[in-house]
Each structure stands twice: as C-alpha cells, then as structure tokens.
C-alpha cells in the first residue's frame, strides 16, 4: 500500500517512493515516500507557517489536542501495537507495552503544557537592582526537528513531538526508514485530534538526505534526535548554533553484590538483557557479580534465559523476535565470535534459529571485546565475577557510555557510595537500568548525549527563557 508525508495538514505523495519489508516475514509491508529536497523544504515552511498560530495558542487549548491524540491513541491501542509489531518485529506483548506508555507520555504533555511558567527574579538583591519587577517566561522556540530510532517507533517519537506541541512549537518529524508507519499513524490521531495544519508534518526518506536538511536549514531552530551516537555527534557537528537534544546509545552495566535475593534479581536482568532482543538503548549489557554468588547467578541465569520463546513478532506465544535487519544481526554474530576468540564462553545462545538469533549469554568475557566495551544493540549479555562492588563501579564507569546503570545491594552505604561514583545520568539501586517511565528525567553522560527527555525536561530544551524587567 502506498503511503504519503503529511505535510501542512495535507498528505502529499512524493516521486520515489521504496518497498518496506517486514524484518519478521521478509515480506513487503507497505511502499513508503522518499522525500527529496523539495519536499522536505514544504515541510519546513509549513511547520514555519504553522509557528505563529501555536505560539498564541493558550495553554489550555495546547492540552486539550495532547489530551485527544492520547484518547485517541487509546480507543486504537490493538491497532497501534500491530503496526509496531510488524514494522519492527516487537512481540506483540511488549509492542502493546510501548503503546501503553506512549499514551501515558503524550498525557503528561497534557498536562505539562498547563504547568509551563517562569519565575520571578528578586533583582534587588543587587546593588542598583532596586525598583524594578523582574519575571522570566519561557517562549517556544518555533521550529522544531525530531529524527528517531526504530525501536521505540511510537514513544520515542511522543517524547519529541508531545513536549514541542505542549510547549507551542512546531514540529517536522522525520521517522527512522524502518518504521515510517508509527509516525504516519501518529499524523493521522494528530489530524483527527485538529492540531492545526503544520504543527505536525511527517516526511520520510533517507536519513542522509531528509535528516540532513532538517539539521542544516536555519528556519529549523532545535533538533531533537534519538539514535546512534555516530550520527548524533555528526549532527551536532553541523548544527551550529541551533539547539541540540541527543539521546545516544550505551553499553549498560548491572552490579550484583553479595546477600542478595537472586530469585528476584535474575528473571529482571533476564527481561533487560533481552526484551526486544536487546534493541534497546537501556539494556542490560553487562552484568557484574560477585564471585561469591557468580556461579550460582550464571547457572540460574542461562538456564531461566533458555526458557524464552522466540517466533513471529504477532504471536501472543513470542518473548524475542528477528533483529531489525540482517546486517545488524551479522554484525551481532561477529562480536559474539570476536569475543570466543579473546577467550569468553558462550553459555547460550549465539545462534541463529530461522531468521532470529537466539538469547546469547557470554562469560569470562576481555573488557578489550567490542560485545564489552561497544553497544551491542542484540540479544547479547556478558556475565564477569568481580571481587567486590567497587570493582564494579570501575568496570562500568570504564566505558564510552554512561546512560544508566542499576546496582543491587543490601548495604545502604555501599548504595550511596555507587550512586555518588557512577559515571551515568540515572542511577538505579536495587533494579536493572532497564527502567524508564516517562515523566522522570532520561539522558546521558559521556557519548550518551546530551540534554534530557522526560516532558518536563524536554519542554525546557525546547523553549527559550526570556527575562522581562519592569522599572516602578
Ligand atoms: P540511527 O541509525 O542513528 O538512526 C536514527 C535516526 O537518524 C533515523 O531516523 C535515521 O534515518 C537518521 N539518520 C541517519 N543518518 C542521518 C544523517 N546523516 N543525518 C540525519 N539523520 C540521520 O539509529 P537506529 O539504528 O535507528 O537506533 C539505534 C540507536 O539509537 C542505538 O544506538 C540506541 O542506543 C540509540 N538510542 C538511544 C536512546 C536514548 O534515549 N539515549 C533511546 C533509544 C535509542 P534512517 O533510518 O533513514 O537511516
């Protein structure tokens, strides 16, 4: 089925147009629009056109079309899983989670687009600042671009577009090529809801050629981009002085510490290690145990991980699916093999079965592997023993990366001290740093970006404070 951009509240068919394939079947999915030059540039003037209607739109008017979208959003939630399901090969279990949460985000839009205000500034602190009545407020930066991810199509894309439209900008989302159909989806709830024409326009097409205009052209005055780190710094490079959100990847560590409840800790390192067979930014990567209970946590653990079932991404029966793509899934297969040949053990997995590659878990694993020290992005987790929690600490702050990391522990001081010392933007105590809800603050440190999602926070990357001063 042939798909079109949304642009200026109008669908609109471009010249090219290129076959999605299903990365379950391997089957056509819908003929999706390669936005050229010309195209992309319509979008932009409309999102610009668009500008001045969302500035003046009042704070309740701007909750009232976040609140219908995740109305919505909720009367088709079966649909909105399917499409993720099949453009994304999610299990359908965990694709109905992210619907869930993504009406759960463009609500908090709702209702933070009411609680956006500045503050007074009391400028008589100052020698010389007497007299005078000072408040800032913060005004919407106008246009907005969001380039995301395939993996969380619908609410990675809802952190982006909810804050800019709470906020009263307006936005030209560009989609990752895997998984245009979320975002066409959303395009059509937003036009449903009347947020007015060009606050929300969808073009898709080639990062390289749709993602890079809305990165160079001036009338676009922030990106927002969720993705790879190599294409986050590039873009950061040649965005000048706009405003830049990037929320990158990571290689996320857990420490295991002695005294603890292994029945609870290991079906929940399980589920971060391989839900969406890994494809996720927060996933547990790297597991750290101390030796004590090492041998005893990797028993239970491979044994419990050999339990998951793999199959087509809409089958109730599927706990993992095929990667997004063969590429990716080679690539995944030769960091398993790099990691034989530097002397780690595969204790599962490393297999492909049909066209899935299996839950894989490694140990004695060199932190020189690239399934160690890089992102793996797959269904990969490397268990290592370690003497003691501090050594723990050193393992995961050795890395590029810091999103977030999770440590279990009984001691309290030993929980504090980790959260002082980790390298990271959230740090979980006693759970995995596959944790997110979608009104916290989420970002990273180091090559995991910058800036912080969560509405509230994103609201504040996209919005200018401005000072006004009343002299008496
Ligand atoms: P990706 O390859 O970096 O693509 C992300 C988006 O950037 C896509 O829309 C892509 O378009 C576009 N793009 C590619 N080249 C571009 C260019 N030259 N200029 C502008 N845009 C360009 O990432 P992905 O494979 O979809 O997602 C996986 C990555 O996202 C992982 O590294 C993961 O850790 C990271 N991630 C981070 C977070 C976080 O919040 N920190 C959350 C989720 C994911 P095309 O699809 O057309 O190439």
Request: aromatic content about 6%; overall charge neutral; glycine content about 10%.
């Amino acid at each position: 089925m042939k798909k079109a951009c949304y642009i200026g509240g109008e669908w609109v068919g471009t010249a090219e147009y290129a076959p999605l394939y299903s990365p379950y079947s391997g089957q056509e999915i819908a003929q999706i629009p390669q936005a050229d030059h010309h195209t992309v540039q319509k979008a932009i003037a409309a999102a610009e056109g668009a500008a001045t209607v969302m500035r003046r739109l009042p704070a309740y008017q701007r909750a009232s079309l976040l609140e219908r979208i995740s109305i919505l959003m909720n009367e088709r939630l079966e649909e909105a899983a399917t499409i993720i399901a099949i453009e994304a090969a999610k299990p359908i279990k965990t694709a109905r989670g992210e619907v869930i949460r993504t009406i759960q985000t463009y609500k908090f839009a709702a209702e933070e687009a009411k609680r956006l205000h500045g503050e007074t500034v009391p400028l008589d602190a100052a020698i010389g600042g007497e007299g005078r009545i000072a408040y800032t407020v913060r005004e919407p930066l106008g246009v907005i671009g969001a380039i995301t991810p395939f993996h969380f199509p619908m609410n990675l894309v809802a952190h982006k577009v909810g804050p800019a439209l709470a906020a009263g900008n307006t936005v030209v989302l560009k989609p990752a090529s895997q998984t245009p159909l979320s975002a066409f989806f959303l395009a059509e709830l937003a036009e449903q809801a009347g947020v007015p024409a060009g606050a929300l326009n969808v073009v898709t097409g080639s990062g390289a050629i749709v993602g890079d205009q809305l990165v160079r052209d001036p009338r676009v005055r922030a990106l927002t981009f969720t993705g790879s780190p190599d294409v986050g710094i590039a873009i950061r490079n040649r965005a000048g002085l706009k405003r830049v959100t990037l929320e990158l990847g990571s290689n996320s560590a857990v420490i295991v510490d002695r005294d603890v409840q292994l029945g609870e800790i290991i079906p929940r390192c399980i589920f971060g290690a391989f839900a969406y067979s890994g494809q996720v930014c927060i996933s547990v990567q790297r597991i750290y145990v101390v030796k004590e209970l090492y041998e005893e946590f990797v028993r239970r653990f491979v044994a419990e991980t050999m339990t998951l079932r793999g199959g087509d991404s809409i089958s109730e029966e599927a706990d993992y699916s095929a990667m997004i793509n063969p590429e990716e899934t080679k690539r995944v297969l030769r960091w398993i093999e790099e990691a034989r040949q530097l002397g780690a053990r595969v204790e599962c997995g490393g297999q492909m079965a049909e066209r899935m590659l299996q839950p894989t878990v490694l140990t004695g694993v060199s932190a020189n592997a690239q399934v160690s020290c890089q992102e793996v992005f797959g269904p990969v987790v490397i268990i290592n023993p370690i003497d003691s929690v501090y050594e723990g600490i050193k393992l995961v702050n050795n890395s590029r990366y810091g999103l977030q990391a999770g440590v279990y522990t009984n001691n309290l001081s030993l929980a504090l001290h980790a959260a002082d010392e980790l390298q990271v933007g959230g740090v979980l105590i006693n759970d995995i740093p596959t944790f997110r809800v979608d009104h916290m603050p989420y970002g990273g440190v180091k090559e995991s970006g910058i800036g912080r999602e969560g509405v509230k926070y994103a609201m504040e990357e996209m919005t200018e404070l401005k000072l006004v001063i009343v002299k008496r």
